[in-house]
């Protein structure tokens, strides 16, 4: 069974930095390209990062430069090191993977950028 449990979300204040974490199981973690996404009540679902299988990464214009996306294929985990954070990127992230076209998700974690 596929399982993503996604940890390291909370509050941060603006500039502040938070890393988010995604630990799978359940599949051959090195072979699949891993997402992060995040939801907000006003832009809806849109995704944040990209690291394939080969490592290459791939970023929304919004997270470019301040946002690094890294997995461990040792640990079978896939963190999100967010710098410079700004009150937009409230939001709930969500860690994905994508097996013979059925998405798995893990269960989100809440980042408020709040002073």
């Known amino acids: 069974e596929v399982q993503l449990q996604a940890s390291g979300g909370g509050l941060v204040q603006p500039g502040g930095s938070l890393r988010l974490s995604c630990a799978a199981s359940?599949?051959?973690?090195?072979?699949?390209?891993m997402s992060w996404l995040r939801q907000t009540q006003g832009k809806g679902l849109e995704r944040v990062a990209d690291i394939m299988n080969d490592d290459k990464t791939a970023y929304v214009d919004s997270a470019k430069g301040r946002f690094t996306i890294s997995k461990d294929n040792v640990k079978n985990t896939v963190d999100l090191q967010m710098n410079s954070l700004k009150p937009e990127d409230t939001a709930v992230y969500y860690c994905?993977?994508?097996?013979?076209?059925?998405?798995?998700w893990g269960q989100g974690t809440q980042v408020t950028v709040s002073s």
């Open positions: 994905n993977v994508i097996i013979t076209l059925h998405a798995y």
């Open positions: 359940g599949y051959a973690f090195k072979n699949f390209a």
